[in-house]
């Protein structure tokens, strides 16, 4: 059996790609600039912050790690209007990718922060910094320079999870992808164009995120 190509029907569903493309292209930059900061700040807490922060911080991290995405956006969407907060699917989804992000991120920057040597710490002491200085001035650059492959990487995973938005109707690709095969039939073809779209956002994230790599750290082939 021979089978026929058919994009006949993309220019009246371009737009549909194209706001697709647009949202998850949010979801990642917020996800990942958030997700990022919050990431360090938990780190922070777990290698060098005050004890009684430690067990909250270390708990929130395990439950992310060892729950599913999905289940973790289901509790955000439905589950907090129960409590009196109400969100959008959008802002769900936003909020679910930060904190995913967050807790994986915290591991792997806490990773560098333990490999700094500790003359650093004792460096930033004798200068009299506070452990947040010593912190912010001589240990996060380096943390984050040694271990920022391993950090893209899980971001650009975390990118390929946010499909499962569509699940809580965020227009993102998928639901694009969904949406336009449920009107012309043309599965193969419509999720051709997904995949390979996802593809594109996948390389050019990776090699963004190395180009930061290298602005941010010079000296350093990432």
């Not at 969407?77 to 009196?84: A, C, K, Q």
């Not at 769900?92 to 807790?103: D, K, P, R």
């Given at each position: ?7 006949d029907?993309?220019a009246?569903?371009?737009p549909?790609?194209v ?14 600039a ?6 360090i ?7 060098l912050?005050?004890?009684w922060l430690?067990?909250?911080v270390?708990a929130?991290v395990?439950?992310?790690r060892?729950?599913?995405?999905l289940i ?5 969407f439905?589950g907090?209007p ?15 990718m ?5 807790a994986?991120?915290?591991?792997i ?7 700094t ?6 460096a930033g ?5 506070t452990?947040?200085?010593?912190f912010?001035y001589v ?12 950090l893209?990487?899980?971001i650009?995973?975390?990118?390929l ?5 569509s ?10 992808s ?5 009107r ?9 164009i997904a ?8 390389i050019v ?6 180009g930061?790599g290298?602005l ?7």
């Amino acid at each position: 059996m021979q089978y026929q190509w058919n994009f006949d029907w993309l220019a009246n569903y371009l737009p549909v790609f194209v706001n697709g493309v647009a949202i998850t292209i949010e979801l990642i930059a917020v996800g990942a600039a958030l997700g990022v900061l919050l990431g360090i700040v938990c780190a922070w807490v777990r290698a060098l912050g005050p004890g009684w922060l430690k067990p909250p911080v270390a708990a929130y991290v395990e439950l992310i790690r060892n729950t599913p995405f999905l289940i973790q956006l289901f509790f955000i969407f439905f589950g907090l209007p129960s409590l009196g907060l109400k969100l959008t699917a959008l802002q769900a989804a936003n909020i679910a990718m930060v904190v995913n992000l967050g807790a994986y991120s915290c591991e792997i920057i806490r990773a560098g922060i333990q490999a700094t040597p500790r003359g650093q710490f004792e460096a930033g002491a004798s200068l009299a910094m506070t452990p947040l200085q010593t912190f912010r001035y001589v240990v996060l650059v380096p943390a984050l320079q040694r271990i920022w492959p391993a950090l893209a990487s899980q971001i650009v995973i975390v990118m390929l999870g946010s499909s499962v938005v569509s699940q809580i109707a965020v227009e993102d690709l998928t639901f694009a992808s969904n949406f336009v095969q449920s009107r012309n039939f043309r599965a193969f073809e419509t999720y051709l164009i997904a995949t390979l779209t996802y593809l594109a956002l996948a390389i050019v994230l990776r090699k963004l995120l190395d180009g930061v790599g290298w602005l941010i750290f010079p000296r350093r082939k990432v």
